[in-house]
Antibody, heavy 119, light 110 residues
Framework: QVQLQESGPGLVKPSGTLSLSCAVSGGSMNNWWTWVRQPPGKGLEWIAEISHSETINYNPSLKSRVTISVDKSKSQFSLELTSVTAADTAVYYC??????????????WGKGTTVTVSS | QSVVTQPPSVSAAPGQRVTISCSGSNSNIGNNYVAWYQQLPGTAPKLLIYENNKRPSGIPDRFSGSKSGTSATLGITGLHTGDEADYYCGTWDDSLRAGIFGGGTKLAVL
C-alpha cells in the first residue's frame, strides 16, 4: 500500500517561497500525484497535479505562483509556491490521485504538514 | 467561493439517516464523476466514495453515493457519534481544467 509523507519548513516569511516534498513509499511512482491545502478552519483547495509522465495541471487561481515536479529516482514529488502571504498559511497535504478522463479522486493521503507564513 | 455547493452543516440523531448534497454545473459534476471524502477532526481527508457510488475497500455500506445531472448526494445510515466529521465532495472541472472540492459539510450527530 502506498504511503505518503510530507516534509518542509513549517515557517516561511512573507514574499518568500514555500517548498514542500512528498516522499512516496510502498508503491509505484507511475501514478498521478497532487497537492491539496486547507487554511485554518476552512475547506480543501486543490493546488496542482502531476503524472508520472509529467503532465501537469494547476489551479488557475494559483498558477502564476506554483510549480509541481516529480523525481522518480528519489520516489518523491514536490511543490513550490512563490511570493507567499498570510493567505497561504494552511495545512498542505500530498495525495495519490486517480485521474482517468472524467474520473478524478484521491485515494491515498499524507498526514499533512502545517505551513505558517509570518515574519 | 467553491464552484460546487454543499450545505455548511447537517445534523441527525444517532441511528438515523442523513444526506449531504453537492450541487454543481455541466462543466464539473454534470460531465464528470464525483468522489466524497470524510475528514475527522485533526486528521487528513479519507476517501469514502469514488466514481459517484463506489466504496473503497474497508468503507462500510452505511455510506452510499449517487449522482443525478449536476448534483450528487452522499447518504449515511445508522449514524453514530464517530461519524461526526466534515464531508467534502470533489470532482474535475472541464472549464477550469482543475480539480475542485465543495466547501464542505459539518455533520453533527446529536
Amino acid at each position: 500500500q502506498v504511503q505518503l509523507q510530507e516534509s518542509g519548513p513549517g515557517l516561511v516569511k512573507p514574499s518568500g517561497t514555500l517548498s514542500l516534498s512528498c516522499a512516496v513509499s510502498g508503491g509505484s511512482m507511475n501514478n498521478w500525484w497532487t497537492w491539496v491545502r486547507q487554511p485554518p478552519g476552512k475547506g480543501l483547495e486543490w493546488i496542482a497535479e502531476i503524472s508520472h509522465s509529467e503532465t501537469i495541471n494547476y489551479n488557475p487561481s494559483l498558477k502564476s505562483r506554483v510549480t509541481i515536479s516529480v523525481d522518480k529516482s528519489k520516489s518523491q514529488f514536490s511543490l513550490e509556491l512563490t511570493s507567499v502571504t498570510a493567505a497561504d498559511t494552511a495545512v498542505y497535504y500530498c495525495a495519490k490521485e486517480v485521474n482517468a478522463g472524467p474520473l478524478l479522486y484521491m485515494d491515498v493521503w499524507g498526514k499533512g504538514t502545517t505551513v505558517t507564513v509570518s515574519s | 467561493q467553491s464552484v460546487v455547493t454543499q450545505p455548511p452543516s447537517v445534523s441527525a440523531a444517532p441511528g438515523q439517516r442523513v444526506t449531504i448534497s453537492c450541487s454543481g454545473s455541466n462543466s464539473n459534476i454534470g460531465n464528470n464523476y464525483v468522489a466524497w471524502y470524510q475528514q475527522l477532526p485533526g486528521t487528513a481527508p479519507k476517501l469514502l466514495i469514488y466514481e459517484n457510488n463506489k466504496r473503497p475497500s474497508g468503507i462500510p455500506d452505511r455510506f452510499s453515493g449517487s449522482k443525478s445531472g449536476t448534483s450528487a448526494t452522499l447518504g449515511i445510515t445508522g449514524l453514530h457519534t464517530g461519524d461526526e466529521a466534515d464531508y467534502y465532495c470533489g470532482t474535475w472541472d472541464d472549464s477550469l481544467r482543475a480539480g475542485i472540492f465543495g466547501g464542505g459539510t459539518k455533520l453533527a450527530v446529536l
